[in-house]
Nanobody
């Protein structure tokens, strides 16, 4: 069983930065894909960024150049550095691990004021 706990959300002004962290407990293999998704009110959950076991990354177009995903396999932790935040980035951000099945964290709120 895998459990994910996110941290680092909060309120920030447009143009500011936040760093999210997701600590995984349980059996995590280094080749598991880890990632971040987000869901704004009234919208579907959408991909933000994913990182493979070999640290290959993939970003949604709307965050490219502003967000950076990274992972520390020794700590079973995935990070999301978010720079140049925009009001449209406001959402609940969820951590995800693709193992024997998909695992999700409880989410952390990110609010960007204009």
């Amino acid at each position: 069983q895998v459990q994910l706990v996110e941290s680092g959300g909060g309120l920030v002004q447009a143009g500011g930065s936040l760093r999210l962290a997701c600590a995984a407990s349980g059996r995590i293999f280094r080749f598991y894909v880890m990632g971040w998704y987000r869901q704004a009110p009234g919208k579907q959950r959408e991909l933000v960024a994913i990182i493979g076991g070999g640290s290959s990354t993939n970003y949604a177009d709307y965050v490219k150049g502003r967000f950076t995903i990274s992972r520390d396999n020794a700590k079973n932790t995935v990070y999301l550095q978010m720079n140049s935040l925009k009001p449209e980035d406001t959402a609940v951000y969820f951590c995800n691990v693709q193992g024997d099945r998909a695992y999700w964290g409880q989410g952390t709120q990110v609010t960007v004021s204009s």
